[in-house]
């Protein structure tokens, strides 16, 4: 059964630190690109990061490079998304997402086209 569910969001002030957690059924992970999306209110849903089996290869978003990493535990089903130095423009609603890997290789994952599976999403604001 695919499921993914997403938890750790919350609410922070500029400069802060939250760390998403992505816990994936093991069929879910099995397919094994996993992307994190965020859309903010009013405004199309854009990739933030993604990361293949095993931790090989991690893919970031020009805006999140230097402050975000995307990591997981094969042994939890777990995918995170460490988020530091936050900005205003990083509230949004965080979503987890999963396909097979050539998404991630053939370098569509910022693409949500390209993902099949999500999970409902939890909420990140930063205030300033």
């Known amino acids: 059964q695919v499921q993914l569910v997403e938890s750790g969001g919350g609410s922070v002030q500029a400069g802060g630190s939250l760390r998403l957690s992505c816990a994936a059924s093991?069929?879910?992970?099995?397919?094994?690109?996993m992307g994190w999306f965020r859309q903010a209110p009013g405004k199309e849903r854009e990739a933030v990061a993604a990361?293949?089996?095993?931790?090989?290869?991690?893919y970031y978003a020009d805006s999140v490079q230097g402050r975000f990493t995307i990591s997981q535990d094969n042994a939890k089903n777990t995918v995170y998304l460490q988020m530091n130095s936050l900005k205003p423009e990083d509230t949004a609603m965080y979503y987890c997402?999963?396909?097979?890997?050539?998404?991630?290789?053939?370098?569509?994952?910022?693409?949500?086209?390209?993902?099949?599976?999500w999970g409902q999403g939890t909420q990140v604001t930063v205030s300033s």
């Open positions: 990361i293949t089996s095993g931790g090989g290869s991690t």
């Open positions: 093991r069929y879910t992970y099995s397919r094994n690109c």
């Open positions: 997402a999963a396909d097979l890997p050539v998404v991630c290789w053939s370098g569509r994952w910022w693409s949500m086209n390209e993902f099949n599976y």
